[in-house]
């Protein structure tokens, strides 16, 4: 069973960082590649960002790139969403998911998932 716990969401003005934080517990958590996404209200959940399980390949939607990146501790067992640069269209929900193979970025290939934090950027 794997179990995903995301953290650092919030409230920021436009311009401004964020940090998410994603700990995986269950077995062989370093094992899995790892993603972000997220849903905004009254749309589908798109992928942000994904990375393989020993950090060499890293994959993102054309939104984040440049100002988004992920990343993780696999001795820590933690995944992180480094947000820069914020933009109001970024609010939304944002989930933790975990495969254990990678086939592309969307929700359907992903089999674990976390609650979710919640980003809101204000103009």
């Known amino acids: 069973q794997v179990q995903l716990d995301e953290s650092g969401g919030g409230s920021v003005q436009a311009g401004e960082s964020l940090r998410l934080s994603c700990v995986v517990s269950?077995?062989?958590?370093?094992?899995?590649?790892m993603a972000w996404f997220r849903q905004a209200p009254g749309k589908e959940r798109e992928g942000v960002a994904a990375?393989?399980?020993?950090?060499?390949?890293?994959d993102y939607v054309d939104s984040a790139k440049g100002r988004f990146t992920i990343s993780r501790d696999n001795s820590k067992n933690t995944v992180y969403l480094q947000m820069n640069s914020l933009k109001p269209e970024d609010t939304a929900m944002y989930y933790c998911?975990?495969?254990?193979?990678?086939?592309?970025?969307?929700?359907?290939?992903?089999?674990?998932w976390g609650q979710g934090t919640l980003v809101t950027v204000s103009s």
């Open positions: 998911a975990a495969t254990w193979a990678y086939i592309a970025l969307r929700s359907n290939y992903f089999r674990f």
């Open positions: 990375i393989s399980p020993n950090s060499s390949s890293t």
């Open positions: 269950g077995y062989l958590g370093s094992s899995l590649w």
